[in-house]
C-alpha cells in the first residue's frame, strides 16, 4: 500500500525475492479487498494518501527498485483524475502496468492493464480477458476477498485447467496464498503467484521482516 515508508518496503521485497510488485493506491470502498487491505487502505488515507501522493510514492519507489511496479485501485479513482490523465501520470512516475480490480475488461478497452478472472468467470469472459490483457492474466482463486487463509483454495485448480485450453497467456494466482506451502502448490499450477495480505501482515514488522517473508516463498517455488 502507498505510503511514506512504501520504497523502503518495496525495495526489501525485492530483496527477498519479488520480480514484480503490486503498489496499492487506497480507495475508501474497495471491495475486492479484505480486511488486512482494508485497514491498510484506511490508513494511508488516513495519512494524506491522495492520488498525487501515490503517484510521488511510485516515484520515490521506481528510483529504489528496476523489478516491474503494478498500481492496484479502483474505477472510481480513476473517473475522478482523468482516465488518460491518470494512465499518462502513473507510466511517467514508473508504473509497468496498471490493475483495476472493478473494472470490466470490455470498459475503457484503450486503458492498458492486466485483466483478473475468477471461477465464476464464464470461458467467453476468460477468453476476452487473455485477449486484452497487459502481459498476464491475474487469476483470482477463490470466490471472495484477498485475506490470509489456511488452505490454498480448491477452486484454483479447475480455473488453471479451463483457463490454459483458452490462452497460452501466462497465468499468475492470487487471493488466500499465504504460506510458503501455499506458494509451492500455486506455482506447481501457474507460472507465478501474487501475495497481498499476507505480505502486508509481515511489513507490520518492518522491511527486514517482509524481506525474510518474501524469501521464504521464493525459496518455496525455486
Not at 4 to 10: A, C, H, I
Not at 152 to 175: C, K, M, Q
Amino acid at each position: 500500500m502507498a505510503g511514506l515508508e512504501t520504497p523502503e518496503l518495496v525495495a526489501a521485497a525485492v530483496a527477498g525475492g519479488a520480480d514484480i510488485v503490486e503498489l496499492g493506491f487506497p480507495f475508501s470502498d474497495p471491495l475486492a479487498d479484505g480486511p488486512t487491505i482494508r485497514l491498510a487502505a484506511e490508513r494511508a488515507l488516513s495519512q494524506g494518501m491522495r492520488t498525487s501522493a501515490c503517484l510521488d510514492c511510485l516515484r520515490r519507489t521506481r528510483e529504489r527498485v528496476d523489478v516491474p511496479l503494478v498500481p492496484m485501485t479502483y474505477s472510481a479513482l480513476l473517473e475522478a483524475y482523468g482516465w488518460e490523465r491518470f494512465a499518462e501520470a502513473a507510466a511517467l512516475a514508473g508504473a509497468t502496468s496498471l490493475i483495476v480490480a472493478d473494472l470490466p475488461v470490455d470498459l475503457r478497452p484503450e486503458l492498458r492493464r492486466v485483466q483478473l478472472v475468477a471461477p465464476t468467470s464464464s470461458d467467453e469472459r476468460i477468453g476476452l480477458a487473455a485477449e486484452h490483457t497487459d502481459g498476464w492474466l491475474y487469476l483470482v482463486t477463490l470466490t471472495g476477498t484477498t485475506g490470509a487463509r489456511s488452505e490454498l483454495s480448491s477452486e484454483l485448480a479447475p480455473l488453471v485447467e479451463r483457463t490454459r485450453r483458452l490462452t497460452d497467456v501466462p497465468l499468475y494466482a492470487g487471493f488466500g496464498i499465504s504460506t510458503p506451502a501455499h506458494a509451492a502448490a500455486a506455482a506447481e499450477l501457474t507460472d507465478g503467484i501474487v501475495v497481498g495480505s499476507a505480505a502486508l501482515e509481515a511489513a507490520e514488522g518492518g522491511p527486514g521482516a517482509l524481506e525474510r517473508f518474501v524469501a521464504s516463498l521464493r525459496a518455496a517455488i525455486s
